[in-house]
């Protein structure tokens, strides 16, 4: 019987691995299609585009101030438009076939990574974001949450989510490992873009792993796929709204540091290295931290947890201005990480635990929509700000506040229940 069918009181909780038996058995091998899948959005997303984003403006004669400018409203059109991706998707993945959808999201990506590699004119890098975003960060990005939410129950949804989170880390690490020393030994961006479109296009095979069966209640045996809220009442609550829109704002702040952190650190005075360096930090300490809050959500409210994260984001904020010396900036990482781990994993696990699986793809689509469309601010709001003051810093200084404020509302508000939804009729 899978762990998805089991309540939590009746298995451990830590999902051992201790043979093929029990990598099937305990639903691994669901979290782990997921977690790949979620690695292979992250071409499409602002932090895979900001490790080529140097050169490729060079490339395209972009690397001046009007061209960055020019560079960050093509992402701003282009993750807006493409967020709309996501209200699609959401509804073909709770009518079809997961597997085919899968498959049939991560070949469209992974062509269209392909021919960004071949662009040279201003209009096809408009294009290609367009699609990029829309195919990546927007569709499968709902893809690859839904395939893990809709396979266990709500009460194990927490844990199950922060090892997805956990094993998608080392592939995002590698992956920027990868491209960074492709860049360090002066592979060019499009040879790197056309070899990661293969990639993805490769990926679609795993699609014929994913299981078939559905989703059982663990003493009537009872298909419990259809339990849960709709879109309209999931809609129709403060807390779907709260929590989506401090993760969105959260998202936008986070995308506009991601896409010019090479450039915010060299105005503080430390070099490429620390760029890296500071990258794969923040990923290993959101990864190791994403388990702990996964037990976390288990005995405390999801806003609670959005709140403490926010503090911490807020504080990281505030200080990285003042950074002097490489530790400083080490530091922010580490901030960044714990707050960054924490929002991801609400991301993922707050939609069904709160509302159940019914619409979850539709109540994720949306979500994820609403990330998206903020996450499209963020790299021209700190464009701006950096044209106006010839400084990161303001922005840095005003979004920590908001998040401190923001952390007051997730403490305050109140959280429903997938139980209290009445069952599909």
Same mark, same amino acid.
Request: charged share 10%; net charge positive.
């Given at each position: ?27 691994? $091998?669901?979290? =782990?299609?997921? !977690?790949?899948?979620?690695?292979? &959005?992250?071409? /499409?997303? *602002?932090?895979? +585009?900001?490790? %080529? ?52 999201? $991560?070949?469209? =990506?992974?062509? !269209?990574?392909?021919?960004?590699? &071949?662009?040279? /004119?201003? *209009?096809?890098? +408009?294009?290609? %974001? ?72 490769? +990926? ?222």
């Amino acid at each position: 019987m899978s762990v998805a069918n089991l309540d939590a009181a009746e298995k451990p909780v830590y999902f051992p691995v201790l043979s093929l038996k029990n990598f099937l058995e305990y639903g691994w $091998l669901t979290i =782990l299609i997921g !977690a790949l899948a979620m690695t292979a &959005t992250y071409p /499409s997303r *602002t932090h895979g +585009l900001g490790m %080529i984003t140097e050169p490729l403006l060079t490339d395209l004669n972009l690397s001046d101030s009007a061209g960055r400018n020019l560079y960050s409203e093509f992402n701003l059109w282009g993750t807006l438009i493409g967020a709309l991706f996501c209200i699609p998707i959401g509804w073909l993945f709770d009518r079809f076939d997961r597997r085919l959808v899968l498959a049939a999201n $991560l070949v469209l =990506l992974g062509a !269209a990574t392909c021919w960004m590699s &071949t662009i040279h /004119s201003q *209009t096809e890098l +408009l294009i290609a %974001i367009i699609v990029t975003r829309g195919l990546g960060q927007a569709a499968l990005s709902v893809v690859s949450i839904t395939i893990v939410a809709k396979g266990f129950h709500v009460r194990q949804l927490g844990l199950a989510m922060a090892w997805y989170a956990i094993l998608s880390t080392p592939f995002h690490v590698l992956l920027i490992q990868n491209v960074s020393a492709a860049r360090a030994i002066g592979q060019d961006w499009r040879n790197i873009w056309f070899n990661i479109g293969l990639v993805l296009g490769s +990926l679609s095979i795993l699609s014929i792993f994913l299981s078939s069966r559905v989703l059982t209640d663990p003493e009537t045996q009872k298909d419990i796929s259809g339990e849960g809220a709709t879109l309209k009442q999931a809609l129709r609550s403060p807390a779907f709204w709260v929590i989506s829109l401090t993760i969105s704002l959260w998202g936008m702040i986070s995308g506009g540091i991601a896409l010019y952190n090479e450039d915010i650190l060299k105005e503080l005075g430390f070099d490429t290295k620390i760029y890296t360096d500071s990258l794969q930090v923040v990923t290993v300490v959101g990864l190791a931290f994403k388990l702990l809050f996964g037990y976390w959500s288990r005995r405390h409210s999801l806003g609670s947890l959005l709140g403490l994260s926010l503090l911490i984001t807020a504080a990281a904020l505030v200080c990285l201005p003042f950074a002097t010396k490489a530790w400083h900036v080490y530091a922010y990482s580490v901030l960044m990480g714990i707050g960054g781990g924490a929002v991801a994993l609400l991301f993922f696990a707050a939609w069904g635990k709160l509302y159940g699986h019914r619409e979850l793809g539709k109540i994720q689509g949306v979500a994820q929509m609403l990330t998206v469309l903020l996450a499209a601010f963020g790299p021209l709001v700190f464009s701006k700000v950096k044209e106006l003051t010839a400084s990161y810093s303001l922005a840095f200084q005003f979004f920590g506040g908001v998040f401190l404020v923001m952390a007051i509302i997730s403490w305050l508000t109140p959280m429903p229940k997938a139980e209290d939804y009445h069952s599909k009729s």
